[in-house]
């Protein structure tokens, strides 16, 4: 069974930094691109970031490219979400999903957590 835990939300004040992590297990974790997409309170799904299978490629949106950094740990079978410079707007259910391939698209997104809540607020 596939199974994907996201962890590291919280509430932090603007300009803070948060790192999600996601913990991966029941499929061959090279096997997949790993992404993270988040959705804010009344609004629609928003892809976040991507990061290829072998971790050579990296995407990111145009909104949180530069403070967001992906990665993936093949010891552990973890991908993570280093969040630098936080602002209001990336207040938002965050998801670990897994992807055949790095995409932007949400509804490319197979296997998805449970999500971890991030609240930027001062």
């Known amino acids: 069974e596939v199974q994907l835990v996201e962890s590291g939300g919280g509430l932090v004040q603007p300009g803070e930094s948060l790192t999600l992590a996601c913990a991966t297990s029941g499929f061959i974790f090279s096997d997949y691109a790993m992404g993270w997409i988040r959705q804010a309170p009344g609004k629609g799904l928003e892809w976040v970031a991507a990061?290829?299978?072998?971790?050579?490629?990296?995407d990111y949106a145009d909104s949180v490219k530069g403070r967001f950094t992906i990665s993936r740990d093949f010891a552990k079978y973890m991908v993570n979400l280093r969040m630098n410079s936080l602002k209001p707007e990336d207040t938002a259910m965050y998801y670990c999903a897994t992807a055949r391939v790095v995409t932007s698209d949400p509804a490319e997104y197979i296997h998805w957590g449970q999500g971890t809540q991030v609240t930027v607020s001062s």
């Open positions: 990061i290829g299978w072998n971790g050579g490629k990296t």
